[in-house]
């Protein structure tokens, strides 16, 4: 018997790819906006505002591609 991590997962059809994408998008935005919400909280804290600063930048760059994957799956 294989181990589960030596197997390939199976190819996704283009609409369950599209699906997959838009609800990875729509997600990272739900995130943003918790993150947002907390740097709004007027934290006093450096540390806090710069790891608050560093998610936002995160998420944005994770959006990034993901979103250009969108854009091609939809051609």
């Known amino acids: 018997m294989r181990s589960a991590i030596l197997?390939?997962?199976?190819?996704?059809a283009a609409d369950e790819?599209?699906?997959v994408?838009?609800?990875?998008?729509?997600?990272?935005d739900r995130a943003e906006i918790y993150?947002?919400?907390v740097g709004?909280?007027?934290?006093?804290?450096r540390a806090a505002k710069r790891a608050v600063a560093r998610i936002r930048a995160d998420?944005?760059?994770l959006e990034q591609p993901l979103s250009a994957?969108?854009?091609?799956a939809n051609e």
């Open 40 to 45: 709004y909280m007027d934290l006093d804290e």
């Open 7 to 12: 197997q390939l997962p199976p190819q996704r």
């Open 69 to 72: 994957l969108r854009v091609r």
């Open 21 to 28: 994408l838009r609800e990875a998008i729509r997600q990272i």
């Open 59 to 61: 998420l944005q760059s």
């Open 17 to 19: 790819q599209r699906r």
């Open 35 to 37: 993150v947002a919400a």
